[in-house]
């Protein structure tokens, strides 16, 4: 699916490249798109931060978990 929406925004992308050399488009319609796609760039590149800083503290947690483990065992095979 997500092909597919790929491929129908490279169409639609090469319609309006061609409407542009025919001077088509008013500008102000093409800034404006270009702020849209800027604005939904921030958003997800914001989620993707808020995702990874999530991971990172799970990560951490095992991390943790493993050491917890790891010093657990090993006094235990020294007795």
């Known amino acids: ?18 409407a542009a050399k025919n001077c088509k488009i008013p500008i ?3 800034e404006r798109q270009i702020q849209i796609v800027k604005e939904k760039k921030q958003k997800l590149e ?6 990874i800083s999530e991971l990172d ?3 951490g947690r095992l991390e943790s978990i493993k050491n917890v483990e790891i010093v657990k065992c090993a006094q235990k095979e020294q007795k």
Do not use: D, G, Y
């Not at 914001?46 to 995702?51: P, R, T």
């Open 28 to 30: 102000e319609e093409i």
């Open 46 to 51: 914001e989620e993707c931060q808020k995702n």
């Open 57 to 59: 503290r799970l990560i």
């Open 1 to 18: 699916m997500l092909e597919f929406l790929k491929r129908m925004t490279e169409w639609i992308l090469q319609k309006e490249e061609e």
